[in-house]
């Protein structure tokens, strides 16, 4: 196996393989996966550092804790210190998911060799607090279960071990880091652990079926260790139910895969079993041969449970094939082992109360530090109503302030209309003043031609009068000049004021639309820090309890509290993204809604599907107004339709841009259409200058038409 993965080394280290279990007492085999793992670290702390390659690191180093982990004797205590060694090095690498896998073989070399189920406790309490932090597909908190199982029953808590091998089984179902063949072999684990508890508890039907049902699992996935044990202990099942006939058949089918696997410590508990078992349907001389074989191997590996149990079947054989001698020897043999196994159960009785308290003070320690985390719990949702209500606060005053701007603009409007309004009135005067003379001028002349006679009398007089009345045309025509240039001067101001209104106008839009800007960025950024903290705090306090001492009712109340806190942040993702994406600013409509799509179809049951091809690039306005339009339609879609699918298309007709929104779902009565989300719609359309059609009926989906005026030489995106 090394020369192959060597000949490979390049810049690159190998893949490293899959522990087979069923092989764990071929020395041969287990020497050169420490030999695969020693060069694959010696390769993998040369290459530079990148988050895949630390990854690489960490992996060798869990590699040859587990390759360890399956030895025998003094080789364990390897593992411990490859584990502590991984431990320190994803902290150092701030690798959370390998820092609960550095726990986890810790845990399990404290609680099984040395036998410190209190620490075990601690290291499963903190390597739970930093599961709640990884996504639920590579979260090792099904062993974290798994563990607390097995301490639960140590301290004869079945109930609570039966619910911790159960959530174990469930939490393996989502996980999707381990191989498929991996996750049945623990699944299997967790059934088997499940039928010890039913069979303490009594319920032997129960028992029975988790057994069977965690053979079937190692049947499936080849693994013949897993199938040796489960033979094991249905055999064991049907002994204690004096039915030895069918033990002995899963004793020999569990005896040949040991011979097979070539395994001296299996075969001789197998032996043992089976000698107990034939005693019972009375074959002294099957049960004396296979009950020899057993002590021999006992008594040279040193097992003295199984030459305990061989010597005590030896002596119910012999005495049964009426040799009391043998037997003598037998019951004095196993009388020896009893009362030394008597002792050692004793001194193992007393260390189980000592650690039984230990766990409690454990367990009295996690609860004041969840009182603690509580009340900072309780800090922490004040502080956050006090910034919600100083946001308040600084929003009304922005409000007040925009209002204020909009009055003076309104003012001064009104005030440059009543002074031009007044000097026209001001000319017209003066102009009405001018022709009342010119026609006391023309009466006048009149009356001077009427009177002939009087024309040569008054001859000096009238050529005065004459060249008065022609200077007074000069005087008007000029007046007349002067007003129409004033007239024009006037307005050209006018229009020149009207132009800067019409600016002003603009940049106060401009403006509007950059205050709803940051405003959006504001209220996203306050909502995920804000509001998304806090549901994060919550969740993180919610799976710090330890639901294990809650009633049942309560315990389903807490895991649904826990399913709305996630689902309540991702809400507030969700949110606080789509306010204002970033798309919408820097790449436009387009990709903005092509980002939105993607979401809503990774998250939701409805199929939404975009047409974007003839949207060309539009102003920020009318962006912004179309991209809420989308998110109010697709949140109603969501909420109300009962859709599977959705649409947003886009159409161009000569000068105009169609956007049409339409679903498939229940539809509605379009007279009955006026809630506060279809008044915002219009208001949106009114301040882009567009406007919207509806059509909809019961039972045939809605379709939303909205057209917008587009300059014709516009060019398609």
């Not at 499940?194 to 069979?199: D, I, N, P």
């Not at 590996?301 to 010597?311: G, M, N, P, R």
């Not at 009068?465 to 101001?493: G, H, P, Y």
């Not at 919408?584 to 975009?610: C, D, H, P, W, Y």
Request: proline letters at 2%; a positive charge.
């Amino acid at each position: 196996m090394l020369g192959c993965y060597t000949a490979c080394f390049g810049q690159s280290c190998p893949v490293l393989p899959e522990l087979d279990f069923d092989r764990r007492s071929d020395s041969a085999y287990m020497d050169s996966l420490l030999s695969l793992g020693r060069v694959h670290r010696q390769i993998s702390s040369q290459l530079p550092r990148t988050s895949s390659n630390d990854t690489l690191r960490l992996e060798g180093i869990r590699f040859m804790a587990l390759v360890f982990k399956q030895m025998r004797g003094s080789q364990r205590d390897s593992s411990f210190l490859y584990a502590r060694q991984l431990e320190e090095q994803a902290l150092r690498y701030h690798n959370r998911l390998y820092t609960v896998r550095a726990m986890m073989l810790q845990e399990h070399y404290i609680r099984t060799i040395k036998g410190d189920f209190s620490q075990a406790l601690r290291i499963n309490q903190r390597a739970s607090e930093l599961c709640v932090k990884l996504p639920q597909e590579s979260s090792p908190r099904w062993q974290v279960q798994m563990n607390m199982g097995d301490i639960y029953l140590l301290l004869k808590e079945y109930e609570h071990a039966l619910r911790s091998y159960q959530l174990s089984q469930t939490l393996l179902g989502y996980n999707t880091s381990l191989t498929p063949r991996n996750r049945k072999l623990l699944i299997s684990q967790a059934v088997t652990q499940q039928g010890e508890v039913y069979e303490i508890r009594g319920q032997h039907d129960l028992a029975r079926q988790q057994f069977e049902t965690s053979l079937t699992i190692a049947q499936e996935v080849h693994s013949q260790i897993n199938v040796a044990y489960t033979n094991e202990r249905l055999g064991d099942f049907f002994i204690s139910r004096h039915r030895p006939l069918e033990a002995i058949n899963h004793f020999n089918d569990a005896l040949a895969v040991w011979t097979k696997l070539k395994d001296r410590a299996g075969q001789a508990v197998v032996w043992a079993r089976l000698s107990e078992a034939y005693t019972l349907v009375s074959k002294p001389e099957l049960a004396i041969e296979f009950g020899e074989k057993a002590a021999a191997v006992a008594r040279e590996s040193k097992f003295i449970q199984v030459q305990q149990l061989a010597t005590q079947s030896l002596y119910q054989a012999y005495r049964l094939a009426n040799q009391p001698a043998q037997a003598l020897a037998m019951y004095e043999e196993y009388s020896m082992l009893r009362d030394s196994l008597a002792n050692l159960n004793r001194i193992e009785e007393l260390s189980a109360v000592q650690k039984k308290y230990d766990i409690n003070q454990v367990r009295l320690a996690a609860d004041r530090e969840r009182v603690i985390q509580r009340q900072q719990l309780i800090n922490i949702r004040r502080q956050a109503e006090i910034a919600r209500l100083r946001a308040e606060a600084e929003h009304e005053q922005l409000a007040g302030q925009t209002r204020m701007s909009q009055l003076q603009q309104r003012i001064e409007t009104e005030r440059l209309r009543a002074e031009s309004q007044k000097s026209r009135l001001e000319h017209r005067a003066h102009i009405n003043k001018l022709s009342h003379d010119i026609r006391q001028a023309n009466l006048m002349r009149v009356v001077m031609f009427g009177g002939l006679a009087m024309l040569l009398c008054f001859l000096i007089l009238y050529y005065r009068k004459n060249r008065l009345i022609n200077r007074q045309k000069r005087e008007i025509e000029e007046l007349n000049r002067d007003l129409e240039d004033k007239v024009f001067a006037r307005t050209v101001e006018l229009k020149l004021a009207n132009d800067q209104l019409r600016a002003k106008n603009r940049e106060i839009e401009e403006a509007l639309l950059r205050g709803q800007t940051l405003e959006r960025k504001r209220m996203a950024a306050d909502l995920h820090d804000s509001l998304g903290g806090l549901l994060a705090a919550i969740k993180t306090s919610m799976s710090a309890l330890n639901p294990a001492h809650m009633a049942e009712g309560e315990q389903k109340i807490y895991h649904n509290l826990l399913n709305m806190a996630k689902e309540a942040f991702a809400e507030i993702r969700y949110l606080s993204h789509n306010l204002q994406p970033d798309e919408l600013e820097k790449q436009g409509l387009s990709e903005a809604l092509t980002r939105l799509v993607t979401k809503l179809n990774l998250t939701q049951k409805i199929t939404f599907r975009l047409n974007n091809k003839e949207l060309p690039r539009l102003g920020k306005t009318a962006e912004f107004n179309l991209y809420s339009i989308c998110i109010e339609l697709c949140s109603n879609i969501l909420r109300h339709s009962e859709a599977t699918e959705a649409d947003i298309l886009f159409r161009r007709f000569n000068n105009e841009l169609n956007m049409i929104v339409k679903d498939n779902g229940c539809g509605m009565d379009p007279t009955d259409a006026t809630g506060m989300g279809l008044h915002n719609i219009q208001a949106r359309m009114d301040l882009i200058q567009g406007r919207y059609e509806i059509h909809s009926s019961k039972g045939e989906g809605t379709t939303f038409i909205f057209i917008l005026p587009v300059s014709p030489n516009l060019a398609i995106a």
